[in-house]
């Protein structure tokens, strides 16, 4: 298997991305291309076949650069989870523009739901909110004609983006979910493995319109001639690389959103508030569980921040952070705020203004709101009982060095970032390679950098609780 090839590809929030990735792990080639997206108020949305073109682009311009001598073994895809996307079987054309899992269009569609949390947490894993894709769904429905009348003739399909991408891919030969993709949907049941009738009955929802569930890796059909053999959602392939495999081991992913995910072993266990997650699985392996808490909003706020007018460069966040004397703090609630709190009515606040306020003092907290959130997350998790043995960060938005700092200085708690820039892509390809039988030991040894809190325990405890301060202000601050 020495030329052997395994090609990565990557459907994200911003972009799209592919890669070849060596036998041992290494990424010889990468491409990207952005994706365009609409976000006004409460709606966000893409074109479907912007996030299909775009994929497709990314993996062409990455196979016309493979050299005479390397054998493609499988194409792995991982995508964003919760953003849905519905087309005609016979057309192939999507019936309506998809709904990323930022739009909060169905926000009353998910509180009228008659079903309770507690009920759909134990069966799911999660919580009703327009966050997830059922509700999205059933908001299509009903507001577009294209749809209902797809429904009414039995040629709609409704999937994540993953299963939009091979189907198209394979000719529409394979309409298939990996486990992980059907759980963001709200309709799959963990503990049965398979969609929840009592659940697809309350959003009026028929399970003949969604793809078969299956595991993680197996066999997803063939594009050009080329097996697919993997295929999960972008945080369980993120988790995979991160080497999270043990019960106590915990990463935090720092992306267009973050989140932080903890390995709680084969049983799967609930904390209020928190997901109980679904891990990516081969066909021969028992799925493992994580808890994980997200932010709505991380590499998306510093773009948010350029947006108002405040040059906030990823680059020299290291920079910024060393010249900031009097950082705000913000609370970024751009579309809300995720885990523990499920608030989709909270908006953005900032507080601590001084006539000698910067612009280093906002770029800097909004990094440092990042980590109080991710702290809110962690605390509420181990307050529940549960050990974290390890934090490992990834993702491109840690790779400066005051994120993980600054992390470990607000939790008290050593960090050890990774320097992988995609793990995403890296997680994909490790699920693949380990189907295909190659060997997979040193994919995961690499060079990490540790941080270790620079405050003392008080100072920490100090700094946390100033944070929440302002939190308890923030949230229920009268909105104008």
């Not at 189907?167 to 969609?195: E, P, S, V």
């Not at 569980?289 to 706020?301: H, K, M, V, Y």
């Not at 995720?338 to 906002?362: C, H, L, N, Q, V």
């Amino acid at each position: 298997m020495e030329n052997s090839i395994i090609i990565a590809l990557d459907q994200g929030s911003s972009s799209s991305k592919a890669a070849a990735i060596t036998a041992g792990g290494v990424i010889l080639k990468e491409t990207q291309k952005p994706v365009p997206f609409r976000a006004e108020g409460n709606i966000y949305e893409y074109s479907a076949e912007d996030l299909l073109n775009t994929q497709i682009e990314a993996l062409e311009r990455v196979l016309s650069s493979l050299r005479a001598g390397d054998k493609i073994a499988a194409i792995a895809l991982s995508c964003q989870r919760s953003t849905i996307v519905l087309w005609d079987k016979n057309t192939g054309k999507p019936l309506c523009p998809a709904l990323s899992w930022a739009d909060g269009r169905a926000a009353e569609i998910s509180a009228q739901n008659p079903l309770s949390q507690e009920v759909v947490h134990s069966k799911t894993g999660l919580y009703k909110t327009p966050f997830f894709s059922a509700p999205k769904i059933a908001w299509c429905l009903q507001n577009y004609p294209e749809v209902k009348q797809a429904l009414n003739n039995g040629t709609l399909l409704a999937g994540p983006v993953g299963s939009y991408i091979i189907w198209h891919m394979t000719g529409g030969k394979t309409f298939a979910c990996d486990y992980a993709c059907a759980q963001r949907t709200l309709l799959f049941n963990i503990n049965t493995l398979d969609w929840d009738g009592e659940i697809l009955k309350s959003f009026g929802i028929p399970a003949s319109i969604l793809p078969k569930p299956v595991p993680s890796a197996g066999n997803f059909g063939e594009y050009k001639g080329i097996k697919i053999a993997a295929f999960t959602g972008d945080q369980q392939a993120a988790a995979l690389a991160c080497g999270l495999d043990k019960r106590a081991k915990a990463c935090i992913n720092y992306g267009t959103g973050a989140f932080f995910l903890l390995n709680i072993g084969e049983e799967p266990k609930g904390v209020k508030g928190i997901l109980t997650s679904i891990s990516a699985v081969s066909e021969k392996d028992k799925p493992q569980f994580l808890l994980e808490g997200q932010i709505n909003a991380a590499g998306s706020l510093f773009t948010w921040l350029k947006e108002i007018g405040v040059d906030a460069e990823l680059s020299k966040l290291d920079e910024y952070a060393l010249k900031a004397k009097n950082p705000v703090y913000l609370l970024p609630a751009l579309g809300g705020l995720g885990a523990p709190y499920w608030d989709f009515s909270a908006a953005p606040a900032m507080a601590g203004f001084k006539i000698e306020t910067k612009r280093e003092d906002i770029v800097f907290g909004a990094l440092r709101s990042l980590c109080f959130l991710m702290a809110d997350i962690v605390f509420y998790v181990a307050k529940a009982g549960f050990n974290i043995e390890e934090i490992q960060s990834g993702g491109g938005l840690s790779l400066n060095d005051i994120l993980p700092q600054t992390q470990s200085d607000v939790l008290g708690m050593p960090i050890r970032q990774s320097k992988r820039l995609n793990t995403t892509l890296i997680g994909s390809a490790l699920l693949a390679a380990k189907h295909e039988g190659f060997d997979v030991s040193d994919w995961l040894k690499e060079e990490y950098k540790d941080f270790k809190p620079a405050v003392t325990p008080i100072e920490s405890k100090e700094l946390y609780a100033k944070w929440r301060a302002f939190f308890e202000w923030a949230v229920k601050a009268p909105r104008l």
